[in-house]
């Protein structure tokens, strides 16, 4: 059995690529648009935050109706920026998995037209 063979059998099985239009609808589209707003908001509490640091106002943080303590200022930011890292790295996994679903479209669309 020819190895071309192996793998259109192994694609088939999984049902992966099949379901690609799906995964990138329902999954990566509102990934990256949650990516997007999620680093604006945060990039927002940062300024904010810079500027209540300024003003030496406190503010109060509620996640699920429960206050947090407060914390000083300067985790505040620390924990900002450690967020928008981690945005930033999802991004590059999400960047990396688009530009292999890029690739393997462009080998299938050559291979359906006799290309190799």
């Not at 992966?16 to 990516?35: A, S």
């Not at 940062?46 to 914390?71: F, R, Y």
């Not at 000083?72 to 679903?101: C, G, N």
Request: net charge negative; aromatic share 4%.
């Amino acid at each position: 059995m020819a190895v071309e063979e192996l793998q259109s059998i192994i694609k088939r099985c999984t049902g992966l690529w099949t379901e690609l239009g799906n995964i990138e609808n329902n999954f990566l589209k509102p990934l990256h648009i949650g990516l997007n707003m999620s680093k604006a908001h945060y990039e927002a509490e940062i300024k904010n935050s810079q500027e209540a640091q300024k003003s030496k106002d406190l503010c109060s943080i509620t996640v699920s109706g429960e206050e947090i303590p407060n914390m000083p200022p300067e985790m505040q930011l620390k924990v900002l920026h450690s967020a928008l890292f981690t945005f930033d790295l999802i991004e590059s996994v999400l960047a990396r998995v688009e530009e292999l679903i890029e690739i393997k479209t462009k080998s299938t669309s050559e291979e359906n037209i006799g290309i190799k």
